[in-house]
């Protein structure tokens, strides 16, 4: 994600253990270095989603509302290349085929950091949250997995005015 200098102090709203599920979706490789430069994929990612009807097409296996963010594939924790997959969540053994470009990950079950972002325009509080998730997980204490962390957008979501909660794989 993006990162500015107007990082908000954040905290972890509640620590969740989640079992493993499945998502599907359409997915860019990139990194943060990217993101920051006119070279990020993640916004076209999203107008992608939401522009080719995503989700309308994964219709007959989507298990629940809202839609998720997952960053995955991790190369060099968050300095490398990682994959992100705009998604929503199928049932575990759906059969996703004959839909170009889709594609499926599992989220393994972990230990969840839960944060919350402040309510507001998305593409200003997500990148916002993200720089302090970055400067939270600094602290010793705060030991990442990387394994899969994501966004989880819900279905009703104002893109002017919304709230997110991101997922963050802990040890």
Known sequence: MKQDNSAVNIKPVRMEKRPAFTLAGIS?????????????????????FFTDNIGAKLGVNIREDGYY????????EEKGAYEIMLSVQVANDAVVQNLEGIQTFTVPEAKYAVFVTEKGPIVEKIPQA???IWEWQQLPENRRTFTGDFEYYAGNIDPENGQAEIYIAME
């Open 28 to 48: 860019a490789i990139t990194n943060n270095e990217a993101e920051q430069s006119e070279n990020g994929k993640i916004g076209s990612l999203f107008e992608r």
């Open 69 to 76: 963010g997952c960053y995955f594939h991790y190369q060099q």
């Open 130 to 132: 993200w720089a302090a």
